[in-house]
């Protein structure tokens, strides 16, 4: 297992799987690595905290950080290589001015909380796809939005990474139900009790009973919506449908998604 830091090592790996995170590695990355090693390419995990997709108040300095644990983590679930390259090596020059998938601005989801941070996200993945130039890449479907823009993102910059696979990977949920967040962490052992209402809320087949879920655990809601999981816009009987929710529990902002049924 190899801890690499800049572009020339990376090259012997031309062709892995890659799965990009901002490291605070846990059971759902975990996940998403042994899926990556399903391929049976090299396995790549990048460990990178992207500065441009936080916004000034949002928790940059704060986000957990522990290379070490990461590293002895990605090895035990049989990653190759850990990627954890320094901000200037992922923006040597000023960050590409990359157009926007479709998926990224979606009436009410992500893009109404946090208007920059999609396009923090997809410049830095395609900088990472760029240095890896791997030939699949994993990403978790908790982050269920994120998955669908860098869907769009792959097929929108049209072969500039080869013939590059996403696989979706399923959520991972503590016993408890809660979606493993590297923001958990944050949680008091009441607020984890409190978050459990957001799991409650994406199995609701109505957007208002979503709501009264999730302010009955006295939740801040986002949003909390059920759309085409396609489209991400109103569900129009053609495609399966997803319930999403992003809530606060105090200062911890948590998302999480399900397949819903509302024939
Ligand atoms: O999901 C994440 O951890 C990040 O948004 C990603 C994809 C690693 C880009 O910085």
Redesign the pocket.
């Known amino acids: 297992m190899r801890v690499i830091t800049n572009e020339i090592d990376l090259k012997p790996f031309r062709g892995c799987a890659f799965v990009?995170?901002?490291g605070a590695l846990h059971a759902g990355h975990l996940s998403l690595i042994r899926e990556a090693k399903s391929t049976g390419k090299p396995v790549v995990v990048?460990i990178?905290v992207?500065p441009e997709?936080f916004s000034p108040d949002e928790d940059l300095d704060q986000y957990p950080r522990n290379l070490e644990q990461d590293v002895v983590f990605a090895e035990s679930v049989g990653a190759d290589v850990v990627f954890a390259p320094s901000v200037e090596t992922v923006y040597p020059d000023t960050p590409e001015n990359i157009a926007l998938p479709k998926a990224a601005t979606r009436p009410q989801l992500e893009d109404a909380h946090r208007p920059t941070h999609f396009r923090g996200?997809c410049v830095?993945?395609a900088r990472?796809f760029d240095l890896v130039q791997p030939t699949y890449t994993v990403?978790?479907l908790k982050?269920y939005q994120?998955y669908l823009i860098?869907k769009q993102l792959i097929e929108q910059e049209d072969g500039r990474w080869g013939d590059l696979h996403i696989i979706g990977a399923d959520i991972i949920r503590g016993d408890d139900g809660l979606a493993m967040s590297s923001r958990n962490v944050y949680l008091s052992t009441d607020q984890r009790q409190q978050a459990l209402g957001i799991h409650e809320a994406i199995q609701c087949t109505t957007e208002d009973d979503m709501c009264c879920t999730l302010e009955n655990h006295g939740l801040e809601i986002e949003y909390a919506v059920i759309r085409d999981e396609q489209t991400l816009l109103e569900p129009c009987n053609e495609y399966p449908t997803r319930a999403l929710v992003a809530a606060k529990v105090g200062r911890t902002r948590l998302i999480d998604n399900a397949l819903v049924n509302i024939q």
């Open positions: 990009p995170t901002m990048s990178f992207n997709q996200v830095a993945v990472l990403f978790g982050d994120q860098i």
